[in-house]
């Protein structure tokens, strides 16, 4: 695992991508910090960093887009797949070191609050808090974008739809509140849902059996559900849609509290997407 991490945080690192990167983080977080704490006077350096969510609408997408599609529209998978590595070693070569890129503009960010302290009151642990939540929203994001770039081996395809994703997860808390709670539309909604994973599970795994029974059984459960008490369907969607918005999670950080269960959100959703990855890398090495 780490020869993997070290070739491709080494490989970012002397690229033009990993510096862009870089340097486009800094600079829009410059600007928030330039109009929240000098023009606004501000001392809540938290809501600059919390403003700063955007970027990974950008980066997300552009940084995973070859970690698994591109090597395999190369044909450069197959030295890995068939080196004495696992497939879990691998993966996790790959998302730490973009992790790791992750973590060099934070770090850099987090030198700005100790000087802001400086010329005011600025509370560290609120900060702190809000940029350990900006990296936990990385975090998912990139196991994300990295689950969706072993779907395919076309980069271009993966990066659009990964940014389809992102734009949907970046306004999911607000759209949550505009649908209906009927336990009608939370029928449909979870159908269509279930519809989905059940395509995914068949796309990972590569057996048409698979995908139809978890279909089948998640959609009986459902309807037995909705047939003996609807009322528990009322509402489901939108607490649930509510519940997985990674976005919204830091805004607790940003006004002072502490959210643990955002933490394990963002270390759980990682480590799911990071289990999907490997198992749709390891249904492809074995066709």
Partial sequence: MFEVFAKELQSSVRSMIGWVYIAFVLFITGIYTV????FQGLVN????LASMRFVFLILVPLMTMNTLAGERRARTDQFLLTSPLSVTEIVLGKYLAM???LAIPMVIVCIYPLILAQFGAVSLGTVYGTALSIFGLGMVLLAVGTFISSLTDNPVICAVITLAIMLVLYWLNDLAGFLPTTSAFSMIALTILIL???AVSWRMTGNTVVGLVIGIVLEAVLIVVFLTDPSVLEGAVTAGLKAIAPFAKVDSFAYGLFDVSALVYDLSVSALFLFFTVQSVEARRWK
Avoid: D
């Fill in 35 to 38: 109009v929240y704490n000098f």
């Fill in 99 to 101: 992790l790791a890129l």
């Fill in 196 to 198: 989905a994973v059940a």
């Fill in 45 to 48: 350096y938290e809501f600059a």
